[in-house]
């Protein structure tokens, strides 16, 4: 991404700045991969809900994957049309089932039989029928990364394959409930492809059994969590959409007639958004050098959540001495640290940094933790 530094010292740190030129080729990218086939990609606003971040998104014709009801109501305001929209959760409650059936979302994800009874029941309430998919634990690790996996049954999420004929069944008796489909969602940041062949795999079982038995869906979704590159963020700037699309053209049986959802989050926005910091103070002790930011776990939370690591930069220093830092943030918790042993050039006070790859999962998780201020966002096209 492009980070223009004359103009990010004129704003006030810590922001999240999004390069929206780097995100609509990134669309494009996705666009361009699945032009032509049955393919229908909804953005995972939980990723990122920023209402600039979303219009664009709107703009290049995405659909929306929702989680809360607040949610919904965001997407709707972005301008999402409701038949693009899918509503997954394990808990939803009552107003968030009533939001998305007044609205008329194209379906909800189901994860349980007494969540498939509520939706029934308050659709009925409203003389109203409520387009669903069922949640499946498919049982597939993403074991080829150490990072989330929520499709093993060591999980809450989505219903096992051996109850699966049950709970069809129970869907396709209840009256205000119609069925459109199957739906996955095996983890995040999944870096290879094989998870997905193998859900694929899993995809073709389901739809050879469930048509042996004379029932065909409209639909299936896929999930998202296709990775990206923390590492090397300059280099590997789009994620790898042709491999991952390419792994359901060549693997899943598409039948005549049935729809593929996918519902990507972090791989759409991750890379367009940076999280921008001054330097507070140097400080060094017997064993380190900490640089302290004015930004922490409140602006970005991935790595005391997850251990997750943000390439840092120092967008302003010239020196070419380097020196070893601990990148760390303001706030009381061990655990607010950005970065052990990074090597960066002789930095002061005053110095602005940049946290990369910072797009997804940032500011969408920030918090007023020690009563911070939640941080601004600035974009490379005005707003
Ligand atoms: C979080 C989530 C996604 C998006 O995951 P990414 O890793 O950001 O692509 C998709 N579907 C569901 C159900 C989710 O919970």
């Given at each position: 991404?492009?980070?223009?530094?004359?103009t990010?010292?004129g704003?006030?740190t810590?922001f999240?700045y999004?390069d929206?030129e780097?995100?609509?080729a990134?669309?494009?990218a996705?666009?361009?991969?699945?032009n032509?086939?049955?393919?229908?990609?909804?953005?995972?606003?939980k990723?990122?809900?920023?209402p600039?971040?979303?219009?664009e998104?709107?703009?290049?014709?995405?659909?929306?994957?929702?989680?809360?009801?607040?949610?919904v109501?965001a997407a709707?305001?972005?301008?999402?049309?409701?038949?693009?929209?899918?509503y997954?959760g394990?808990?939803?409650?009552d107003?968030?089932?009533?939001?998305?059936?007044d609205n008329?979302?194209?379906?909800?994800?189901?994860?349980s039989?007494?969540?498939?009874?509520?939706i029934?029941?308050?659709?009925?309430?409203?003389?109203?029928?409520?387009?669903?998919?069922?949640?499946?634990?498919?049982n597939?690790?993403?074991?080829?990364?150490?990072?989330?996996?929520t499709?093993?049954?060591?999980?809450?999420?989505?219903?096992?394959?051996?109850?699966?004929d049950e709970v069809?069944?129970?869907?396709l008796?209840l009256?205000?409930?119609?069925?459109?489909g199957?739906?996955?969602?095996?983890?995040?940041?999944?870096t290879?492809?094989?998870?997905?062949?193998?859900l694929?795999e899993?995809?073709?079982?389901?739809?050879?059994?469930?048509g042996?038995?004379?029932?065909t869906?409209?639909m299936?979704?896929?999930?998202?969590?296709?990775?990206?590159d923390y590492?090397?963020?300059?280099?590997?700037?789009?994620?790898?959409?042709?491999?991952?699309?390419?792994?359901?053209?060549?693997?899943?049986?598409v039948?005549?007639?049935?729809?593929?959802?996918?519902?990507?989050?972090?791989?759409?926005?991750?890379?367009?958004?940076?999280?921008v910091?001054?330097?507070?103070?140097?400080?060094?002790?017997?064993?380190k050098?900490?640089?302290?930011?004015?930004?922490?776990?409140?602006?970005?939370?991935?790595p005391?959540?997850?251990s997750a690591?943000?390439?840092?930069?120092?967008?302003?220093?010239?020196a070419?001495?380097i020196?070893?830092?601990?990148?760390?943030g303001?706030?009381?918790?061990?655990?607010?640290?950005f970065?052990?042993d990074e090597?960066?050039?002789?930095?002061k006070r005053?110095?602005?940094?940049?946290?990369?790859?910072a797009g997804?999962?940032?500011e969408?998780?920030?918090?007023r933790?020690?009563?911070?201020?939640?941080?601004?966002?600035?974009?490379s096209?005005?707003k």
């Amino acid at each position: 991404m492009q980070l223009p530094v004359t103009t990010l010292q004129g704003y006030n740190t810590p922001f999240y700045y999004y390069d929206l030129e780097l995100l609509r080729a990134t669309l494009k990218a996705v666009n361009n991969e699945i032009n032509g086939t049955p393919f229908i990609v909804h953005y995972a606003l939980k990723a990122n809900a920023n209402p600039v971040i979303l219009r664009e998104i709107v703009q290049a014709g995405l659909g929306a994957d929702l989680v809360s009801g607040n949610e919904v109501k965001a997407a709707l305001e972005a301008g999402f049309q409701p038949c693009k929209m899918a509503y997954a959760g394990v808990g939803k409650t009552d107003w968030e089932i009533e939001t998305g059936i007044d609205n008329d979302i194209y379906c909800f994800n189901v994860e349980s039989v007494p969540e498939m009874e509520v939706i029934n029941e308050i659709a009925a309430k409203r003389g109203k029928t409520a387009g669903i998919a069922i949640r499946v634990n498919p049982n597939v690790d993403a074991h080829t990364h150490r990072y989330i996996t929520t499709g093993t049954t060591e999980n809450k999420f989505g219903i096992d394959i051996p109850v699966l004929d049950e709970v069809i069944d129970k869907a396709l008796s209840l009256p205000n409930i119609h069925l459109r489909g199957l739906h996955f969602h095996i983890g995040s940041q999944i870096t290879e492809m094989e998870p997905y062949r193998l859900l694929c795999e899993k995809t073709n079982e389901l739809l050879d059994h469930f048509g042996s038995r004379g029932i065909t869906f409209e639909m299936v979704d896929m999930g998202g969590g296709l990775g990206v590159d923390y590492q090397n963020p300059e280099k590997n700037s789009i994620a790898r959409f042709k491999e991952f699309f390419d792994v359901f053209k060549q693997h899943l049986h598409v039948r005549p007639g049935l729809k593929v959802h996918f519902e990507l989050g972090r791989s759409i926005i991750a890379q367009s958004g940076a999280l921008v910091a001054r330097v507070l103070y140097v400080k060094e002790n017997s064993a380190k050098k900490f640089v302290i930011l004015d930004a922490g776990m409140t602006d970005l939370i991935r790595p005391a959540l997850y251990s997750a690591h943000h390439k840092i930069v120092n967008l302003t220093s010239q020196a070419s001495a380097i020196e070893t830092y601990d990148v760390v943030g303001p706030i009381c918790e061990s655990s607010d640290v950005f970065g052990h042993d990074e090597q960066l050039p002789l930095t002061k006070r005053g110095d602005l940094v940049a946290l990369l790859t910072a797009g997804a999962y940032g500011e969408s998780m920030a918090s007023r933790y020690n009563m911070r201020n939640l941080p601004q966002s600035y974009f490379s096209i005005d707003k």
